[in-house]
């Protein structure tokens, strides 16, 4: 009978049935009100370049300036047009009545051209689109326009920052739905592969998906309000981060949820049993990814900015339905969660065995893990991290220096088809000029030294009434003044995205600042070269910052110093084996010209804060264990309760960031790559291999300076010299 005694607990009815049902329908208002919120994202999201410059660079005070210089926000779209022959005059003369035709589409200001190329093949335009427009429609309509009055035979383009922008909304098109059916149905996949139940995927996906629709209303409401600034781009990985995160959760609590069941009939029991036991590990782990992820406000670009408070409201709300809406479905389901396979009460006697060698009980792979790690420690970990080293020799040939604009949108584009047009037949950097902001006493001698500068096709001053962008050549008795400033535009010899024109804007601005140490140059070029440089600079300050914050909480959880500076420095050799393997998959595989210059960092934030989740589910439980049984035979029984979950839990992870390689955006494949990639490393080598045999190499005093560091505090140490081991745990289960 003493087999069954939880069956005879009287667990009040509000804690059995109305506290769970309660909290299932609190999370189902909260999923009826923030499901139909994911359709209107968009109304808070904004994929233009301001969502993306560094706060406080030259190039954004710049555009600042040139705000001032014009009445209306307007996108310059450059329209080419281009034939293999050298136009007639008679197809000159139809060209040029295309300015009537784009002008009668109201997009913006009045538009300039046509521009004839040197060698005849070639005609350009440029038409201000209003920004206040829908700039993806505004676009399409502009290029059906062009397309149906060209003259035939020619190929049209609209490329420009309005066709390049245009093109980009487009390929974040599949974020709201494509991307999190891919991420779904990868995830119930898995999970139907590793419990064969099929109720329990559901109930795990639920709760994955109602906790999106809260963190998507979260999102919203600091949008809206103005709180935040959301992009395609932190849209995207909230998705992602939010049903891999909750669902790592999940598996977490079901592990124990499971486990508990062996000992007793009763589910509530069995719940709360569950929850006492994850409640520690899911909430460390949680508050550090959300810590990790708020790190990113000390970026000085707004793209970071952003991502940082979107996601951590994406893990706060993971783990709140990870530690309330699934523990309700579970205390109403009880075992037909696990049909047909439900876990069966396990005979008294064999509810917790007595460990010596904390291989005990266990069988198959864990076991024979847990032997490889007892007999060799000292051979496995070093070989593991003579391993990682091999890999981390690639991060040398990681080019994260940023990439030209055009090569960011791996899909068809017309915009980048249109910018390879552009450059055969015009100055590349035609549509997007430099733009420099200089005194306007010396504005002479700053167009001067503009004109003469190395990589400048041509230089103006902006006249009054034009179109800061694509206005024409003024003079310098009517120039445009604002607060004392002149603008002058400088067409680039280079395409506006390229390496050399970066060059030039370097040069650039050191000329300019020679004569106005005021000046300011901008434009598109030099925007990406401030984020570049920004991106870089961040990447030394957030990293350190990250790496203390994680080793602050993990010291808080494993009441020791030793093992979390172990453990932060088997993460980072992880996250550098992890990028060296990437870049020689981006470079030679998959033939990638570079990566954004935010990709280190990203993927630092995301594989570190990540990859301690499963330092703290696997530590965690080795330190309950070794309080129990021993350090050693703590280690190989933590190992062994763990693996399974922890596996699972980074195989869904990495299939969840895998679901990003669908979005055709440079970026995010890359981010997809190197986080799935680097999950699975750490699940697989790090935290089976590595951490165990270094933490079973060092024994007790892993736990240095606590009191479980101590040898002579160590269970196994004590039964070994006869201690007394019941009033041992009763001291060690008091702290």
């Given at each position: 009978?003493?087999?069954?005694?939880?069956?005879?607990?009287?667990?009040?009815?509000?804690?059995?049935?109305?506290?769970?049902?309660?909290?299932?329908?609190?999370?189902?208002?909260?999923?009826?009100?923030?499901?139909?919120?994911?359709?209107?994202?968009?109304?808070?999201?904004?994929?233009?370049?301001?969502?993306?410059?560094?706060?406080?660079?030259?190039?954004?005070?710049?555009?600042?300036?040139?705000?001032?210089?014009?009445?209306?926000?307007?996108?310059?779209?450059?329209?080419?047009?281009?034939?293999?022959?050298?136009?007639?005059?008679?197809?000159?003369?139809?060209?040029?009545?295309?300015?009537?035709?784009?002008?009668?589409?109201?997009?913006?200001?009045?538009?300039?051209?046509?521009?004839?190329?040197?060698?005849?093949?070639?005609?350009?335009?440029?038409?201000?689109?209003?920004?206040?427009?829908?700039?993806?429609?505004?676009?399409?309509?502009?290029?059906?326009?062009?397309?149906?009055?060209?003259?035939?035979?020619?190929?049209?383009?609209?490329?420009?920052?309005?066709?390049?922008?245009?093109?980009?909304?487009?390929?974040?098109?599949?974020?709201?739905?494509?991307?999190?059916?891919?991420?779904?149905?990868?995830?119930?996949?898995?999970?139907?592969?590793?419990?064969?139940?099929?109720?329990?995927?559901?109930?795990?996906?639920?709760?994955?998906?109602?906790?999106?629709?809260?963190?998507?209303?979260?999102?919203?409401?600091?949008?809206?309000?103005?709180?935040?600034?959301?992009?395609?781009?932190?849209?995207?990985?909230?998705?992602?981060?939010?049903?891999?995160?909750?669902?790592?959760?999940?598996?977490?609590?079901?592990?124990?949820?499971?486990?508990?069941?062996?000992?007793?009939?009763?589910?509530?029991?069995?719940?709360?049993?569950?929850?006492?036991?994850?409640?520690?590990?899911?909430?460390?782990?949680?508050?550090?990814?959300?810590?990790?992820?708020?790190?990113?406000?000390?970026?000085?670009?707004?793209?970071?900015?952003?991502?940082?408070?979107?996601?951590?409201?994406?893990?706060?709300?993971?783990?709140?339905?990870?530690?309330?809406?699934?523990?309700?479905?579970?205390?109403?389901?009880?075992?037909?969660?696990?049909?047909?396979?439900?876990?069966?009460?396990?005979?008294?006697?064999?509810?917790?065995?007595?460990?010596?060698?904390?291989?005990?009980?266990?069988?198959?792979?864990?076991?024979?893990?847990?032997?490889?790690?007892?007999?060799?420690?000292?051979?496995?970990?070093?070989?593991?991290?003579?391993?990682?080293?091999?890999?981390?020799?690639?991060?040398?040939?990681?080019?994260?220096?940023?990439?030209?604009?055009?090569?960011?949108?791996?899909?068809?584009?017309?915009?980048?088809?249109?910018?390879?047009?552009?450059?055969?037949?015009?100055?590349?950097?035609?549509?997007?000029?430099?733009?420099?902001?200089?005194?306007?006493?010396?504005?002479?001698?700053?167009?001067?030294t503009v004109k003469a500068a190395d990589g400048v096709g041509e230089a103006y001053l902006l006249a009054e009434g034009s179109v800061p962008i694509t206005g024409a050549p003024?003079?310098?008795?009517?120039?445009?003044?604002?607060?004392?400033?002149?603008?002058?535009?400088?067409?680039?010899?280079?395409?506006?995205?390229?390496?050399?024109?970066?060059?030039?804007?370097?040069?650039?601005?050191?000329?300019?600042?020679?004569?106005?140490?005021?000046?300011?140059?901008?434009?598109?070029?030099?925007?990406?070269?401030?984020?570049?440089?920004?991106?870089?600079?961040?990447?030394?300050?957030?990293?350190?910052?990250?790496?203390?914050?994680?080793?602050?909480?993990?010291?808080?959880l494993l009441r020791s110093v030793l093992a979390p500076v172990l453990l932060v420095l088997s993460v980072v050799l992880s996250y550098a084996a992890a990028m060296g393997v990437?870049?020689?998959?981006?470079?030679?595989?998959?033939?990638?010209?570079?990566?954004?210059?935010?990709?280190?960092?990203?993927?630092?934030?995301?594989?570190?804060?990540?990859?301690?989740?499963?330092?703290?589910?696997?530590?965690?439980?080795?330190?309950?264990?070794s309080l129990k049984h021993g350090t050693r035979p703590g280690i190989l029984r933590g190992l062994s309760v763990t693996g399974g979950v922890i596996t699972s839990a980074g195989?869904?992870?990495?299939?969840?960031?895998?679901?990003?390689?669908?979005?055709?955006?440079?970026?995010?494949?890359?981010?997809?790559?190197?986080?799935?990639?680097?999950?699975?490393?750490?699940?697989?080598?790090?935290?089976?291999?590595?951490?165990?045999?270094?933490?079973?190499?060092?024994?007790?005093?892993?736990?240095?300076?606590?009191?479980?560091?101590?040898?002579?505090?160590?269970?196994?140490?004590?039964?070994?010299?006869?201690?007394?081991?019941?009033?041992?745990?009763?001291?060690?289960?008091?702290?």
């Open positions: 009978m003493n087999s069954h005694s939880h069956a005879k607990e009287r667990v009040p009815f509000w804690l059995r049935w109305l506290l769970p049902v309660i909290l299932v329908l609190t999370w189902l208002a909260l999923a009826g009100v923030g499901g139909p919120t994911f359709g209107r994202l968009e109304e808070v999201s904004s994929n233009d370049q301001a969502s993306f410059l560094p706060a406080s660079a030259e190039a954004t005070a710049a555009q600042d300036w040139q705000a001032k210089f014009r009445d209306s926000d307007e996108v310059p779209g450059v329209i080419v047009l281009e034939s293999d022959e050298a136009l007639t005059p008679a197809q000159l003369g139809e060209v040029a009545s295309l300015r009537t035709e784009i002008e009668g589409l109201d997009l913006g200001s009045a538009v300039i051209g046509p521009i004839p190329s040197e060698d005849g093949k070639a005609v350009q335009f440029i038409a201000p689109i209003d920004s206040s427009a829908e700039i993806k429609e505004a676009v399409q309509e502009l290029r059906d326009a062009v397309a149906e009055a060209a003259p035939e035979g020619m190929r049209t383009f609209v490329t420009g920052p309005a066709g390049l922008a245009a093109d980009l909304t487009a390929a974040f098109a599949g974020i709201d739905g494509i991307l999190l059916l891919v991420a779904l149905a990868a995830v119930f996949v898995i999970l139907l592969i590793v419990y064969r139940s099929l109720l329990l995927p559901i109930v795990v996906l639920l709760t994955s998906v109602f906790a999106l629709c809260a963190a998507i209303l979260l999102v919203f409401g600091m949008a809206k309000a103005g709180w935040i600034q959301l992009n395609g781009q932190s849209q995207g990985i909230l998705s992602i981060l939010v049903i891999g995160a909750a669902t790592d959760y999940a598996l977490l609590f079901v592990a124990r949820f499971r486990e508990a069941l062996t000992h007793t009939i009763n589910r509530t029991s069995a719940v709360l049993t569950a929850w006492k036991a994850s409640f520690e590990p899911i909430l460390a782990s949680g508050a550090t990814v959300i810590i990790a992820l708020l790190c990113l406000l000390f970026s000085d670009l707004n793209s970071n900015k952003a991502l940082g408070p979107v996601a951590a409201a994406g893990i706060l709300c993971s783990l709140f339905a990870a530690l309330t809406l699934l523990p309700a479905l579970m205390a109403l389901l009880g075992r037909a969660a696990f049909w047909p396979f439900r876990p069966k009460l396990a005979p008294a006697d064999e509810r917790e065995p007595e460990l010596v060698t904390g291989l005990e009980g266990q069988k198959g792979l864990w076991r024979a893990t847990g032997s490889l790690v007892s007999r060799r420690p000292r051979i496995v970990w070093v070989a593991s991290v003579l391993l990682l080293l091999a890999g981390s020799a690639g991060v040398l040939q990681l080019k994260a220096n940023g990439v030209p604009q055009t090569d960011v949108i791996l899909s068809a584009s017309n915009a980048v088809d249109g910018q390879d047009a552009l450059a055969r037949h015009f100055d590349a950097g035609s549509g997007s000029p430099a733009v420099v902001v200089a005194d306007g006493g010396k504005a002479q001698e700053v167009l001067d003024g003079t310098p008795s009517d120039p445009a003044v604002r607060e004392g400033k002149v603008l002058i535009n400088a067409t680039l010899n280079s395409a506006a995205d390229s390496l050399e024109a970066e060059e030039a804007v370097k040069a650039l601005r050191e000329e300019v600042k020679a004569v106005d140490s005021g000046a300011l140059v901008g434009g598109v070029t030099a925007t990406a070269l401030d984020t570049n440089t920004t991106a870089q600079r961040d990447l030394v300050i957030i990293i350190p910052v990250v790496l203390v914050v994680i080793l602050f909480i993990l010291m808080l990437s870049a020689l998959v981006f470079n030679n595989i998959l033939g990638f010209p570079g990566a954004d210059a935010t990709v280190p960092l990203f993927g630092f934030v995301f594989l570190v804060a990540l990859g301690v989740d499963y330092n703290i589910f696997l530590m965690s439980r080795v330190r309950e264990e195989v869904v992870l990495a299939a969840t960031f895998a679901a990003l390689g669908v979005i055709p955006i440079m970026f995010l494949v890359q981010l997809a790559f190197i986080v799935a990639f680097g999950v699975l490393l750490d699940t697989v080598l790090v935290r089976s291999l590595l951490v165990p045999a270094l933490a079973y190499d060092i024994g007790p005093r892993i736990w240095w300076p606590g009191k479980l560091g101590r040898p002579e505090q160590d269970p196994a140490v004590q039964r070994e010299a006869g201690g007394d081991l019941e009033a041992d745990l009763e001291r060690a289960g008091r702290r």
